[in-house]
């Protein structure tokens, strides 16, 4: 089989309904199968010079988790801290592009490793409602689009979404792992950002000091440009319509 074609055939194995990495714990939701195989870095159609680091970021992150595979494999807690990488824009930016980029680096470099991986998608509230998912033991969690079901910051309930952040943040650090975020919202934005609806709820200010100890060396990054859906849109505009 050719590169696509095996990568096509690795996501579907391991983007099963269900993920077991660890004995006793289930995820269920797990979209790994939804990645487009054809979402890979040198397919990103750069089209402003500030784009190009931070494409190159997302890579480094990528050969970063093919290089701790045996750590991933092997460890119940294979980094040394908790760890989020938050990336940002506004819509049809290529957010998602760049993350299933990531997977599909993974799946061409060390397949195994997807097995220790979860990409989830529009469960982020149910996953964390009454109690933190630990999404199946896995090391490496992507949550693509949070709170996508929301058209603003404001919208973000008290006793449902915040909870359910404030409830992520505490298992991810308590758990080491790594997560890979993306986002129509800023983190940190003039509207003081989903961080600063979480304050609002965080009268002791443990989860804040935890969510900008688990972002220090990361951070929140803004992918700039435009919508390249546009783009897309116009290239497919005509009478030749094919499936």
Known sequence: MD???????????????KLSATPGKTYWYNKLAQVRP?????RFEVYCDEQKPIVARLQGLAEQIVGKGDQILNEEFPFANGRIMFLTSDPGHGKTHLVEAVINYVADKRPELLAKMILSRGNFLHDHMTA????GGASVVIIDDIFSEHQSIG???????????????????????FALITSNFRLMGEDGGILGR??????????LSRCKQVLASSGEIVL?????RQELA??????????
Do not use: W
């Not at 979480?198 to 989860?207: F, L, P």
């Not at 116009?234 to 499936?243: A, E, I, P, V």
């Open 155 to 177: 919208a973000l309930h008290p006793a449902t979404d915040l909870k359910s952040f404030m409830h992520f943040i505490t298992m991810l650090y308590e758990r080491r792992i």
């Open 3 to 17: 590169n696509l074609s095996n990568r096509r055939a690795v996501l579907q194995k391991y983007g099963v309904e």
């Open 224 to 228: 700039p440009g435009k919508d390249f």
């Open 234 to 243: 116009k290239r497919d505009s005509g009478d030749n319509f094919t499936l």
């Open 198 to 207: 979480v304050a609002t709820c965080d009268q002791i200010g443990r989860v």
């Open 132 to 135: 933190a998912s630990e999404y």
């Open 38 to 42: 054809d979402c890979t870095f040198d």
